[in-house]
């Protein structure tokens, strides 16, 4: 069983039902854990783990690093982009037109190209590589922990079936630092907007207004995100039945949400889960999200357990760079599994 939500998570819906994000205690009893998990995925494809491993220390690093780059000035920042796909990117989303009322920090998680990238990303590139090499091996962990009871809870043979594709040293798993700009309570205007930071375009283009799009809805293609933010709203997920759902940010604790390539392992038992980021916060948001992929040249298909004569295989055979060919090649809000589902 899913924990029921405390009162405070509780959020009414515009269809006027009480819908709460499902929590789950990593300190319970394991067969009851496993259960929990694969429960909440199926239901939410997303959930909020408590009493995790990760020190605090670990995550306080990588945020301090983030706001030290964050607050540079915007031609300082931008030395570390265009992010394409890595690097420093401002409000562009992929490569496909796609926009949002964020900067952000996009890297690879492979230790080479972190140090390589934090010498134009921190004054310090020592420091801030150390920060980021230490949060992403707590994250695989977490990660790989979630992974291992998802397996066990679906009776899969080898627990470790799931956490070995994205434990391999040719991983293609991304960490993403995203700050979305608060919006501003005066309503002063700026003729010359190219000397503005972008928090201050945000607010002048925005007048305002509530419900800004920070980061607009779409499902993520790995295997699973581990998600982190400081305490300011903005994340929502929709559910299956498609009502979004604000998530209340909790800062010492992750959000976990299942992405496209384990809905494919699950053979669509689990659903990868929509979100998006809305910016009506007086305070900047800031995420970071840790994306767990195999390597480009693995294959993703579903676990054989997972397919019966009665449920037989949904997705054509794919490795994990023709996925991210697919979605680099899609809109953001895409549903770019379609192109893989077997009609
Ligand atoms: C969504 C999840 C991750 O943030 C990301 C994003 C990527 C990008 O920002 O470059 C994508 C997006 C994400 C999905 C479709 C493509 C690729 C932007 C875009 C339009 C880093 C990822 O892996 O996929």
Redesign the pocket.
Known sequence: MVAPCPTSMMVRTKKTKAVGVPTIDLSLERSKLSETVVKACEEYGFFKVVNHSVAKEVISRLEEEGTAFFSKTTSEKRQAGP?N?FGY?CRN????G?MGHLE?L?LHTNPLSVSERSQTIASDPTKFSSAVNDYIEAAKGLTCEILDLVAEGLWVQDNFSLSNLIKDVHSDS?L?INQYPPVSLTGNKNSDTSKLEPHQLHNQNNNNNNNNIG?GE?????IL?IMRSNNVDGLQISTHDGLWIPVPPDPNQFFVMV?DALQVLTNGRFRSVRHRVLTNTTKARMSM?Y?A?PPLNWWITPLPKMVTPLNPTLFKPFTWAQY?QA??S???G?T?LDLFKIQ
């Open positions: 992010a796909p990117g989303i992929g490569p496909n796609d952000y996009l991304l993403r980061f779409h499902s993520d293609p790995q995100t992405g999200m994306f992929a991210k979605a680099y899609l809109r953001l895409d770019r």
